[in-house]
């Protein structure tokens, strides 16, 4: 039997360090799962948008609104419209904490993502919005609202 020398040693126990210190791999990124708008506001009113329901209802939207979309797994290619042209939004990261769901803040796990869509509604017209899964199933999500 071959002696070990004492550089191979050294490597062994290098190499081991270095594995130890080596971050853990998390789990796979979860997969878009839901997108749905549930808050329409305006100058005129905030309305709650209940699931399943595809049109405002409370008060007629107009001038500067702003859309809120809930986005549940993660996506890749977020696109916001109202009546086909692209709008500007703006994202905030929703973290698992525990039991509790609340904005990141270095905490918890990444579970999706709020967006908020500045749109100037000058009269009823369609919002969409849609978003492609991350990782498989590779798939598009799309939810629609009238907005009166």
């Not at 191979?8 to 799962?33: E, F, H, N, Y």
Request: proline letters at 5%; glycine letters at 10%; one cysteine or more.
């Amino acid at each position: 039997m071959k002696k070990a020398n004492a550089w191979s040693l050294a490597l062994i126990a290098s190499v081991s360090l270095w594995l130890g210190a080596a971050p853990a791999w998390g789990a796979a990124a979860p997969a878009l799962s839901e997108v749905r708008v549930f808050q329409v506001e305006s100058a005129r009113c905030t309305e709650a948008i209940p699931e399943r329901v595809n049109t405002t209802q409370m008060c007629t939207h107009r001038g500067p609104t702003k859309v809120s979309v809930m986005e549940v797994g993660l996506g890749n290619n977020p696109m916001g419209r109202f009546d086909g042209a692209e709008l500007n939004g703006q994202r905030t990261a929703v973290c698992q904490v525990g039991n509790i769901s609340q904005a990141c803040n270095g905490a918890g796990t990444v579970m999706g993502y709020i967006y908020v869509f500045d749109v100037n509604v000058q009269g009823p017209g369609w919002f969409e919005y849609s978003n492609s899964s991350i990782n498989g199933p590779a798939k598009t999500l799309k939810t629609l609202l009238n907005i009166r």
